[in-house]
């Protein structure tokens, strides 16, 4: 699976977007891009995935670009239950292959 | 539905023993595996399951004996317990293999061998 490179840490303020960006440069045209996030220690919680469109549900959006070298999550109004670490993970198989991940701190 | 559930949250052992960490799922997923997370380290692959009486090792079976005899259990058994084995698992199950398919996990039991 191809590594991905998302930065430590990231702060945003309560009730606007949370942008969280993360690098893949060596992904593979059948490989998929996924976002998980753990809060606390409890479970990874499944966020959003795509391959190479666009795609949003009711908790975000990932835009991937054109390239798929690189891909956004977009939180669009944060909330204090936000705070949690985020991992960009790309995978063609049942292996998840967490990173560190980011670690967004929402703040009020 | 409860989703992926695991029992028990918490537990200690002593060197040399053994015990089942049991993960159930209400979703009728085909799929189920095991992953440890240990700092540093992201998720490892431990075993996993394409369906009942089907199992299969991950990255790092060495120690740890599973099985699946329903769709809805995947137990994963410590055989001799060693401090290398403390670590957080987690169990989770989705409706295929493929990078397509997103995995749901469980809440996770927090092992410590000492």
């Known amino acids: 699976d191809a590594k991905t490179t998302q930065p430590p840490s990231m702060d945003c303020a309560e009730g606007r977007a949370a942008n969280l960006p993360c690098n893949h440069s060596t992904i593979s045209g059948n490989e998929y891009v996924y976002w998980y996030r753990q809060i606390h220690s409890q479970g990874p919680q499944y966020i959003i995935h795509g391959l190479k469109n666009n795609e949003t549900n009711e908790m975000a959006s990932l835009i991937i670009t054109e390239d798929r070298k690189s891909s956004t999550l977009i939180l669009p109004h944060a909330t204090l239950r936000d705070t949690a670490v985020y991992y960009c993970i790309v995978r063609v198989w049942i292996d998840m292959r967490f990173g560190a991940g980011t670690r967004l701190t929402v703040k009020p | 539905n409860a989703g992926v559930t695991q029992t028990p949250k918490f537990q200690v052992l002593k060197t040399g023993q053994s015990m089942t960490l049991q993960c159930a799922q209400d979703m009728n997923h085909e799929y189920m595996s095991w992953y440890r997370q240990d700092p540093g380290m992201g998720l490892r692959l431990i075993h996993y399951s394409v369906g009942a009486g089907i199992t299969d090792q991950g990255e790092v079976p060495n120690g740890y004996n599973v099985s699946r005899s329903t769709t809805e259990d995947f137990p994963l058994r410590l055989l001799s317990a060693a401090p290398s084995q403390t670590s957080v698992y987690f169990c989770?199950?989705?409706?295929?293999?493929?990078?397509?398919?997103?995995?749901?996990f469980g809440p996770g039991t927090r092992l410590t061998v000492t």
């Open positions: 989770a199950s989705s409706d295929g293999l493929a990078g397509e398919y997103e995995q749901y």
